[in-house]
């Protein structure tokens, strides 16, 4: 069964404007950890955001938020004010309780691009 | 600082062939892991090591997939007698896990990613 789901496959988004991505996750684990990374099209993989189940705030860094709501386990990324060097993958992964300090499970990505 | 390197970036082969794809790890980081990443695809899991003991291989494809960590540094992935569904991104990243951390915290680490090593079988 998939454990990360992101339902859009790609997004316009003007530059300046803010920008969601979903990201469902599935998990019987009351602890655990989701994060995001973005991917440019130099291949490399940017952390940006850690949110942890226990965690009461929602996860900012900077432009980026995490909105997460553990009773719909959803953990939606939240770009604002987006610039032309957002445009990248984007990757929600999870981490669980079982195996904490173990492996990540990647969704399939959001293509974003930003335009002028 | 010096991030985590893959060697090498691009490796073309024969079916059937075998292959070894390097991974340095940042220095001092105590879990390494292998991911395989198709076109378009996120990071699938192969196999981690805390320190040289390999934890986990229940992402390994086939038995033809192996990795070591003989020293607790260097780890390297070997895939024998390729196949050309075995052509991908391969990819390996490194976490700081300090053993004796309050379990919760642990989550936190964030794995490092290396740039890859782009297979292709032909």
């Known amino acids: 069964a998939q454990k990360i789901t992101q339902t859009q496959p790609g997004m316009f988004v003007q530059e300046k404007e803010a920008v969601t991505l979903d990201c469902t996750y599935d998990?019987?684990?009351?602890?655990?950890?989701l994060f995001w990374y973005k991917q440019p099209s130099s291949g490399e993989m940017i952390f940006l955001i850690y949110?942890?189940?226990?965690?009461?705030q929602n996860a900012t860094e900077g432009r980026y938020s995490l909105n997460f709501q553990k009773a719909r386990k959803s953990a939606n990324l939240v770009i604002s004010a987006s610039q032309l060097g957002d445009s990248a993958m984007y990757f929600c992964?999870?981490?669980?309780?079982?195996?904490?300090?173990?492996?990540?499970?990647f969704g399939a990505g959001t293509q974003v691009v930003v335009t002028p | 600082g010096a991030g985590v390197s893959q060697s090498p970036r691009y490796k073309v082969t024969k079916r059937g062939q075998d292959v070894a794809l390097r991974c340095d790890p940042i220095?001092?980081?105590?879990?390494l892991y292998w991911y395989r990443q198709a076109l378009g695809q996120g990071p699938e899991f192969l196999t981690y090591?805390?320190?040289?003991?390999?934890?986990?291989k229940s992402g390994l494809p086939n038995d033809r997939f192996s990795a070591e960590r003989p020293e607790g540094s260097i780890s390297t992935l070997t895939i024998q007698r390729t196949e050309q569904r075995d052509s991908a991104m391969y990819r390996c990243?490194?976490?700081?896990?300090?053993?004796?951390?309050?379990?919760?915290?642990?989550?936190?680490?964030?794995?490092?990613f290396g740039p890859g090593t782009r297979l292709t079988v032909t």
């Open positions: 992964a999870m981490r669980e309780g079982t195996d904490s300090w173990g492996k990540l499970q």
């Open positions: 998990t019987s684990d009351q602890s655990y950890g």
């Open positions: 220095s001092g980081h105590v879990s």
């Open positions: 990243a490194s976490s700081p896990y300090l053993p004796g951390q309050p379990r919760f915290r642990t989550f936190t680490y964030e794995q490092y």
């Open positions: 090591f805390n320190y040289e003991a390999q934890q986990d």
């Open positions: 949110q942890g189940s226990y965690d009461e």
